[in-house]
């Protein structure tokens, strides 16, 4: 099936450890997207990358890292310079050559940092 | 980025119609319309999306006003497996924006049996 796979379910770390976060997808989408949400808030967008070797910052990036060296794979890296890492981290993926450019998710990762 | 205002919770009966309201005073006319909603620990999941003329899929229906400056995702019968939380987002268009999605917190439909 085609999808969007997020590694691992649940993560922890502890205090002053990067921690990198896997995010691949087999839809042939060409943007990428990193969110995190925190308890009973909406998601915010932390990098986003909309074709192979290149991204952007979104609203939210300090402490964090991404790379895109292939289409289907952007791994984001939670740094010690992030200030509260514990939260949830989805990943999500678009065909930007649709009209509709929906956004597909997956699972999620719920990081925790001790 | 222009934002969307949602009521924070509602509540329907199983088998009833919902209507969800968002209001978007300040959307350009390049935005459209996005709707998605999130399970308790899940990924959102994409529901529907417009521009200016009413739409439905097997989901849901979107109404959008005239003015475009609000619009009301309708569930025609809701079911236990509605209850979630529905964000209303508007997705801009053009230039650095383009294909990015500005999330609110949402409405939490509950849905009793």
Same mark, same amino acid.
């Given at each position: 099936?085609?999808?969007?796979?997020?590694?691992?379910?649940?993560?922890?770390?502890?205090?002053?450890?990067?921690?990198?976060?896997?995010?691949?997808?087999?839809?042939?989408?060409?943007?990428?997207?990193?969110?995190?949400?925190?308890?009973?808030?909406?998601?915010?967008?932390?990098?986003?990358?909309?074709?192979?070797?290149?991204?952007?910052?979104?609203?939210?990036?300090?402490?964090?890292?991404?790379?895109?060296?292939?289409?289907?794979?952007?791994?984001?890296?939670?740094?010690?310079?992030?200030?509260?890492?514990?939260?949830?981290?989805?990943?999500?993926?678009?065909?930007?050559?649709?009209?509709?450019?929906?956004?597909?998710?997956?699972?999620?990762?719920?990081?925790?940092?001790? | 980025?222009?934002?969307?205002?949602?009521?924070?919770?509602?509540?329907?009966?199983?088998?009833?119609?919902?209507?969800?309201?968002?209001?978007?005073?300040?959307?350009?006319?390049?935005?459209?319309?996005?709707?998605?909603?999130?399970?308790?620990?899940?990924?959102?999941?994409?529901?529907?999306?417009?521009?200016?003329?009413?739409?439905?899929?097997?989901?849901?229906? *979107?109404?959008?006003?005239?003015?475009?400056?609000?619009?009301?995702?309708? *569930?025609?019968?809701?079911?236990?497996?509605?209850?979630?939380?529905?964000?209303?987002?508007?997705?801009?268009?053009?230039?650095?924006?383009?294909?990015? *999605?500005?999330?609110?917190?949402?409405?939490? *439909?509950?849905?009793?049996?």
């Amino acid at each position: 099936d085609g999808g969007i796979t997020q590694s691992p379910k649940y993560l922890f770390r502890k205090e002053g450890q990067n921690v990198t976060l896997s995010c691949e997808q087999n839809l042939n989408h060409d943007a990428m997207y990193w969110y995190r949400q925190d308890p009973g808030q909406g998601l915010r967008l932390i990098y986003y990358s909309q074709i192979v070797n290149d991204f952007q910052k979104g609203d939210i990036a300090e402490g964090y890292s991404v790379s895109r060296e292939k289409k289907e794979s952007f791994p984001l890296t939670v740094t010690s310079a992030q200030k509260n890492p514990t939260a949830f981290y989805l990943c999500a993926s678009s065909n930007r050559q649709a009209s509709t450019d929906t956004q597909y998710f997956g699972p999620g990762t719920r990081l925790t940092v001790l | 980025d222009a934002k969307t205002t949602q009521p924070n919770s509602m509540e329907s009966n199983e088998e009833e119609p919902v209507h969800l309201p968002c209001n978007h005073s300040t959307i350009s006319g390049t935005d459209y319309i996005h709707w998605y909603r999130q399970l308790p620990s899940q990924g959102p999941e994409y529901v529907i999306h417009g521009l200016t003329s009413n739409v439905n899929n097997r989901m849901a229906s *979107l109404a959008i006003a005239e003015d475009r400056k609000s619009s009301t995702l309708i *569930l025609h019968r809701a079911t236990l497996r509605d209850a979630a939380v529905y964000y209303c987002i508007l997705r801009g268009a053009g230039g650095t924006s383009y294909g990015k *999605l500005t999330f609110g917190q949402g409405t939490i *439909l509950t849905v009793h049996p």
